[in-house]
């Protein structure tokens, strides 16, 4: 049995939330977010007002994806209410990023600059070097924010490069002098 999958999710104030054949609608102050889930589960609402998902039948792949769903619509009702947000480090001489327009250019130590095109529903701030990535659909939030991540990994030795602001690079030791 799924631990998560068993949890009613409750729904603040100010939110609303349709479920139609397992489309779940979820309206709140930040925005609007929309999902179908598989039909293998039963999304429904209780008499107390809270979400409640149930597997159709005991199949090790239905209760795999009941408690994915159950994370799924908690994502969606948090994310209408207080936005995600994922913070980037640009560490390394020279390297910068700077958001104009629609898009975020990053002085990376190459060569050329890299530009890159911010998807919609996202919002990016850069204020130094920390890069501030937030919007109400936690996937795109986590995706954009290792895209931007992958154009340079930090490297062990001097640690130069793009992290996350809770990650934490293992320094290696550099060349011995003889």
Known sequence: ????????????????????????????????LERQFLDIVIISKDEDGKIKVEPKNDEVFTRSIWGTTNSHIKNMVKGVTESFVKKLIVEGVGFKAEVKGKNLDLSLGFSHPISMEIPEGIDVVSEKNIVTISGIDKEKVGLFASKVRIKKKPEPYKGKGIRYEDEIIIRKEGKKAA
């Open 1 to 32: 049995m799924s631990r998560i999958g068993k949890e009613k999710i409750e729904i603040p104030q100010g939110v609303e939330v349709k479920i139609e054949n397992n489309l779940v609608s979820v309206k709140g102050p930040k925005g609007n």
